[in-house]
């Protein structure tokens, strides 16, 4: 199965049958691909298609990204038919309007996500071997790992205290990881909406990337992407699909530190003028390698994310109560350390 990434400017999509057939002026003939080989088509330039082949690759259960061709704008998400399975929604439903369990999964997400957290500086501080660095990573260990043992003994937190927890220990790693980057990059803190720094063009680009893979995998297994645990309810945000992407963020920052690290990516792949508050762009140049390596990650980054949909739906069903934190959604989170 193939993942398609389309940044051709004008190049128009039509299908004949089983096919999707490519067409633009600099083709010596158009390009056909059978839809049994596609998993996903991902949009960057501005492309000329049908409603009647949108239809067809919903039939064909493929997913597609569109993702904005200038520098502002929303992504946009077209997954194939919902899964018929609607008890799972149902569960879901009665599940979340609980609020002692919304809490509970909100709990484990977030000390899941701090784990991972811990995990990525501890990982990116070895490979660099800077002891200018060493205090101020252990430091920022520290404080995480304080934080997560907190929630674990303490189970009192409301949904709103559960937010303000995250968000202050995000600002700890991030702290921390904007440090491991050449201060040349300009990645001095987390901005988006829009991003004014190459780092922070790529790490929304990839977050985005990680979203659709997300909400592919909730659609496929039948739960309602709106409405989630930790993310509140809001108009047109799969809610749900962005608890789920807090589990793997992780991955995503990692890899975007080594296109940097790696040189992968440098400077000169981006449009920036931060003085004037305008979008850092990535170019074209480098929107070829990012996706090269994007595609590389990928598989692994989808096979991940319908193994933590599935888990979460296998918990939800169990008559048995709700399961400890050694046996969550997950499956694989062991803080016996603590």
């Given at each position: 199965?193939?993942?398609?990434?389309?940044?051709?400017?004008?190049?128009?999509?039509?299908?004949?049958?089983?096919?999707?057939?490519?067409?633009?002026?600099?083709?010596?003939?158009?390009?056909?691909?059978?839809?049994?080989?596609?998993?996903?088509?991902?949009?960057?330039?501005?492309?000329?298609?049908?409603?009647?082949?949108?239809?067809?690759?919903?039939?064909?259960?493929?997913?597609?990204?569109?993702?904005?061709?200038?520098?502002?704008?929303?992504?946009?998400?077209?997954?194939?038919?919902?899964?018929?399975?609607?008890?799972?929604?149902?569960?879901?439903?009665?599940?979340?309007?609980?609020?002692?369990?919304?809490?509970?999964?909100?709990?484990?997400?977030?000390?899941?996500?701090?784990?991972?957290?811990?995990?990525?500086?501890?990982?990116?501080?070895?490979?660099?071997?800077?002891?200018?660095?060493?205090?101020?990573?252990?430091?920022?260990?520290?404080?995480?790992?304080?934080?997560?043992?907190?929630?674990?003994?303490?189970?009192?937190?409301?949904?709103?205290?559960?937010?303000?927890?995250e968000g202050a220990t995000s600002a700890v790693f991030f702290r921390q990881y904007q440090a491991f980057f050449e201060p040349t990059l300009g990645f001095n803190?987390?901005?988006?909406?829009?991003?004014?720094?190459?780092?922070?063009?790529?790490?929304?680009?990839?977050?985005?990337?990680?979203?659709?893979?997300?909400?592919?995998?909730?659609?496929?297994?039948?739960?309602?992407?709106?409405?989630?645990?930790?993310?509140?309810?809001?108009?047109?945000?799969?809610?749900?699909?962005?608890?789920?992407?807090?589990?793997?963020?992780?991955?995503?920052?990692?890899?975007?530190?080594?296109?940097?690290?790696?040189?992968?990516?440098?400077?000169?792949?981006?449009?920036?003028n931060p003085s004037a508050q305008r979008p850092c762009e990535l170019l074209k140049s480098g929107r070829n390698r990012f996706y090269q390596a994007f595609s590389?990650?990928?598989?692994?980054?989808?096979?991940?994310?319908?193994?933590?949909?599935?888990?979460?739906?296998?918990?939800?069903?169990?008559?048995?109560?709700?399961?400890?934190?050694?046996?969550?959604?997950?499956?694989?989170?062991?803080?016996?350390?603590?």
């Open positions: 199965m193939r993942d398609i990434v389309i940044d051709q400017k004008g190049c128009q999509l039509t299908y004949d049958r089983q096919l999707l057939i490519l067409h633009h002026p600099s083709f010596n003939r158009p390009v056909t691909l059978p839809f049994s080989q596609i998993q996903s088509i991902t949009l960057v330039s501005s492309v000329v298609l049908n409603s009647t082949l949108l239809t067809k690759l919903a039939d064909c259960r493929i997913a597609v990204v569109i993702l904005p061709s200038g520098a502002l704008g929303q992504a946009c998400f077209i997954q194939g038919r919902w899964q018929a399975g609607v008890t799972r929604r149902q569960k879901q439903y009665e599940t979340l309007s609980d609020d002692s369990q919304k809490q509970y999964w909100a709990r484990q997400l977030i000390r899941l996500k701090i784990h991972r957290q811990v995990q990525l500086l501890q990982r990116i501080n070895l490979l660099q071997s800077n002891d200018g660095l060493a205090t101020a990573v252990h430091e920022a260990i520290a404080q995480l790992n304080a934080t997560k043992f907190r929630l674990k003994q303490n189970d009192s937190d409301n949904l709103a205290s559960l937010r303000g927890i803190n987390r901005n988006r909406r829009p991003p004014l720094d190459p780092v922070n063009t790529i790490l929304s680009l990839g977050y985005t990337l990680l979203q659709g893979i997300y909400e592919e995998a909730v659609y496929a297994v039948g739960f309602d992407p709106y409405l989630g645990v930790l993310h509140e309810v809001a108009y047109g945000r799969a809610s749900l699909a962005c608890d789920f992407v807090e589990l793997q963020r992780g991955e995503i920052e990692y890899w975007v530190w080594q296109l940097f690290h790696q040189q992968i990516l440098t400077m000169t792949d981006f449009s920036v590389k990650i990928k598989p692994i980054l989808r096979k991940t994310a319908f193994r933590h949909v599935w888990l979460w739906q296998k918990r939800l069903t169990k008559d048995a109560p709700l399961p400890s934190v050694e046996l969550m959604m997950l499956g694989d989170f062991d803080d016996r350390e603590n």
